[in-house]
């Protein structure tokens, strides 16, 4: 009897989710994986925070298709879409700059370089896809399905939730003149870049629908996966939304948290104990079963194992990370990391 594959649902969104994906990605070569991506869906800066603001999309784009390009299928017709997909236009009329080969660049298109507006600059091929699918199906998820199935996915992207959330937090200034001065920052490119200790983060509204799709998967997942990413901003708004944090506390699935190797501008000042505590703080009940952490980015594991042993979890230290010393992950790296691990739900 063949056995079946196992079943993960990777949350998180950006450039953290990505890694985890492709990670996942590479751990498939050794054990069967069946992949869900659940991504956040606060997204307000950029090309999605205008597309939010323009045209009142229903869902910023932006983290969705990073989803679907991170688990793009590897043959070349597909990886074209993929990179298509990820093409983000630069501003034709910045002296010196145009996108645009000279065999294709016609006289009308130079003309138009010199308008002083450019309304696709910064725009990515990705996200006015999706923008273009969401609107003419009417359904995220019909829309999100279309595209993976354009790029191969290896894989299901789905939002947290059906409708475009705000994520706004309680930040302390740290100014030396206004001691103890907490600052309300609304948005969630702003609560990333804020600098300051974050002291509260929530969502706006505080109750967005959840995704069905997304809370059937959790239900029926092997492993829940959290991490890496930006802590407030990407991870943590997954537990704020209630019918998925319900979701994620009753499922029967392990559960599993890869720490980042570093803290970001949101989450300065937090320790890696501190980022698994926080998690512990918005959902008590999240019981956890592997915290996996890398071994270099981790001089001093003792807090972490502690923290991690409160949660009802096992500390794994391995290499993760990228040779070059940055605080970057290695996909495959971190894909090998995940084998032992995942497959143990076999």
């Not at 981790?298 to 990228?322: F, Y």
């Amino acid at each position: 009897m063949t056995a079946r594959p196992v079943r993960v649902v990777a949350f998180g969104g950006g450039h953290g989710l990505g890694a985890s994906l492709r990670a996942l990605r590479h751990t498939a070569a050794e054990v069967e994986l069946d992949i869900t991506a659940i991504v956040t869906v606060g997204d307000d800066g950029g090309s999605s925070g205008r597309l939010r603001v323009e045209r009142d999309a229903l869902l910023p784009p932006g983290d969705l298709r990073q989803a679907l390009a991170a688990l793009a299928d590897q043959d070349p017709t597909t990886q074209l879409t993929a990179r298509v997909m990820q093409h983000r236009f630069v501003a034709m009329h910045e002296p010196g700059v145009s996108p645009l080969p000279p065999v294709v660049r016609g006289p009308r298109l130079e003309r138009r370089a010199d308008r002083s507006k450019d309304s696709l600059a910064g725009h990515t091929v990705g996200n006015l896809l999706l923008l273009g699918l969401m609107e003419m199906l009417g359904d995220p998820v019909r829309a999100l399905d279309h595209a993976a199935a354009m790029v191969g996915a290896r894989g299901r992207v789905l939002p947290m939730a059906l409708h475009a959330v705000g994520i706004e937090a309680d930040v302390s200034v740290g100014d030396p003149d206004r001691p103890g001065e907490v600052v309300t920052v609304r948005g969630q490119h702003s609560v990333a870049v804020a600098g300051g200790r974050v002291e509260a983060v929530r969502l706006e509204p505080a109750d967005p629908p959840a995704c069905p799709q997304a809370v059937e998967a959790v239900r029926g997942a092997d492993w829940l996966i959290f991490g890496p990413g930006s802590w407030y901003t990407s991870v943590l708004p997954h537990l704020l939304v209630p019918g998925l944090a319900r979701a994620i506390v009753s499922s029967p699935a392990r559960r599993l948290i890869t720490l980042n190797l570093g803290a970001d501008k949101e989450t300065q000042g937090l320790s890696a104990a501190e980022h698994l505590g926080t998690l512990h703080r918005y959902l008590p009940d999240l019981r956890v079963d592997t915290v996996l952490a890398d071994v270099k980015w981790t001089p001093e594991p003792e807090p972490v194992r502690v923290a991690a042993h409160q949660m009802g979890a096992d500390l794994v230290l391995a290499p993760v990370a990228v040779a070059d010393g940055s605080p970057r992950h290695d996909p495959e790296a971190l894909g090998v990391a995940l084998v032992p691990v995942l497959g143990s739900a076999r």
